[in-house]
């Protein structure tokens, strides 16, 4: 048995700790000091409060002050936090682990800085200057409350040492958590962090058609979709990632239109409402995926500001960022997605 | 203005005259000798009895016998038969053509013969032997009712001679349907015949979590989206179509999982029926798409076989098979699909 101990108690932090409990490791759930009523009300009904789901029986919980009672004797820490906390993690938490104690993240996304978009488990290593960590994360289609609901889930752990992927495999892998390898820590992180901007892409093909009949229609989502993909394999090119990993991204893609918070966003767009207009309509909705997205253009837009990608490659990521950035209508530009292969 | 004939007035057929005719072309629509009551009932009320559709009032209607009338002064023909009317088509319509009128069909497949996928367009010019056709093919992400409905939709016509296709495209294009054009006539089909299989493959986890707990779940459908995204980049470099065409492939599996029939028999197989109690369960439905699916795998099978392909590598592909053509049950081999990449 392993003791495993997760900081941050979202929805996620909470969900991946359900197949680790069950293959019988001790899963000890320690909530950020933004977390504190989810712990309070976990330990005293068992119920996850914002996740809506059951938490393992096994689960023990832990306030951040009580962080290194929860650390004694860890074999695996996992940062449960979104990317707004990502910097906490760095400052509070890193600093504090034992050296070789191996830490999985399952935050999404990348730090964008002058034209390149650095995964978080680099971004860490960076910071964390002589201190060694040992940093992986995990990517791929899981919404937290399909895991704790037990779906068949594909996700991928990436990180630099084979030894440590394998370690963390055995301690999460169940008939329902499947999970693939990788040391392409670039290209499991983009591919999947991509999926943020054109996630909002292909919803808004829902609105669109809410508005015009009141119906779904998927021609003009899968057309989006397959523009999506085109994009994010060039993206994936650009920042040196495996082409192979366009699977991870398209599968996150596919997720976050049907079960993620980006659709809500992407449909009021589409409907025709301004950018802030639809987020005074969401309200309290945290949209980590617009700051992921913005983030992914701005890259992009420098690159091309330096002569190292063209525009033409990326019409609907472009159109995105103009939306959320310039308070632009959505247009989408269809006739830049015709390509002649002649 | 320009005269489109369309031979078979199946849905697909019907549909795609829709933009041509508002570019102002004129379109006939021409009925198969199994099409009689469509386009009677079409010609006295405007309406597609299956596609429950208006269609444009400047429609000319005939019945298969007075195909020689509709052909006179066209511009380009489109065949709108089925997979199931490929060889009909070979024989009772390409020889009657004259040899440089360009011939768009909207059929999507593949023949299988001794381990090698053959699109549509090589099998009829080979078939042709010496008749000279000009033989074009529609590719990507289009239901029929979608385009009639005129929803945004981006497709790829195909064909050897790059002049045609840009006058296809010329005649086709409008404001809601987009175009691009290729040479890679072998990229483009097979990755949008490689859809069939996979999306059976895909809608078995709709039927898997409607039978665990009557709910749609995402995770489990997005694990095998990326799953067969993976084995489509597979199929389409083992028969040596270029790689972006899985732009195609991933925007027609989405719009096969969510706007087709294969959805129907997938969701049955995955609430565990057998393929036997799910074709009966289905009777009347026509399942192109399960042909065009044993194809493929059919294909495979003989490479890895030959030892040019090999099972472990076509996991899902080979797992649909077994269900439709061994009657196995549904039980999906995630294990397969988990990859170290270290």
New interface residues.
Partial sequence: MAIITIVGSGMMGSAIGIPASENGHEVRLVGTPLDREIIEHARETGWHMNMRRKLPESYKYYQFEELSKALEGADAVVSGVSSFGVDWFLQSVLPILPEDLPVLAVTKGMIEENGRLIPYPLYYKRQLGSLRRNLNAVG????SY??A?R????VAFCGED?GT?KFLKSLFET?YY???????IIGVECAVAMKNAYALAVTL?VG??EKR?G?L???????L???S??EM?RLLKLVGG???N???G???L??TV??GRTRLIGTLLGRGMSFDEAMRELEGVTLESIVIATRTAKAVRALIARGEASADDYPLLLHVDDIIEKGKSVN?P??K??????
């Fill in positions: 791929g289609p899981c919404t399909e895991l609901d779906d068949q889930t594909y084979a992927l008939d499947h999970i693939s390898l990788s040391t392409d093909a669109m058609a009949d119906k229609h998927y021609n003009s989502q899968a057309a979709f397959a523009q993909v085109r394999r495996g082409d192979d366009i699977v991870f398209a599968g996150d596919y997720v049907f079960g989408i269809w006739n997605f015709e390509l002649e292969a002649l």
